[in-house]
């Protein structure tokens, strides 16, 4: 069974940084794209930002210029950095990657940011 794992989320004050990882449990187990996703109370489950196996990204609008996704193939691990946070960004953060072929989710990570 394929597991990922989230790491890195906590409490933050506004305009400070986190940053989060997302890695296989067993490390066989290659990670290809990676979508990182968020979910906040009482809101949909929403794309922040992705990376293909290749090191290509995307953002969403709202993250922008402030996130940063990358990767370490050697480490099996994807990365979000987290700047200028804001407390709209105040969620619960998943990554989901595919894994030979089929999507896998993680468990998630809490993110709060608040003063």
């Known amino acids: 069974q394929v597991h990922l794992v989230e790491s890195g989320g906590g409490l933050v004050q506004p305009g400070g940084s986190l940053r989060l990882s997302c890695a296989a449990s067993?490390?066989?187990?290659?990670?290809?794209?990676v979508d990182w996703y968020r979910q906040a109370p009482g809101k949909q489950r929403a794309l922040v930002a992705l990376?293909?196996?290749?090191?290509?990204?995307n953002y969403g609008s709202s993250v922008k210029g402030r996130f940063t996704i990358s990767r370490d193939n050697a480490k099996n691990t994807v990365y979000l950095q987290m700047n200028s946070l804001k407390p709209e960004d105040t969620a619960v953060y998943f990554c989901?990657?595919?894994?030979?072929?089929?999507?896998?989710w993680g468990q998630g990570t809490q993110v709060t940011v608040s003063s």
């Open positions: 989901r990657g595919i894994v030979r072929g089929n999507f896998y």
């Open positions: 067993r490390s066989n187990d290659i990670i290809d794209r």
């Open positions: 990376i293909t196996s290749g090191g290509g990204t």
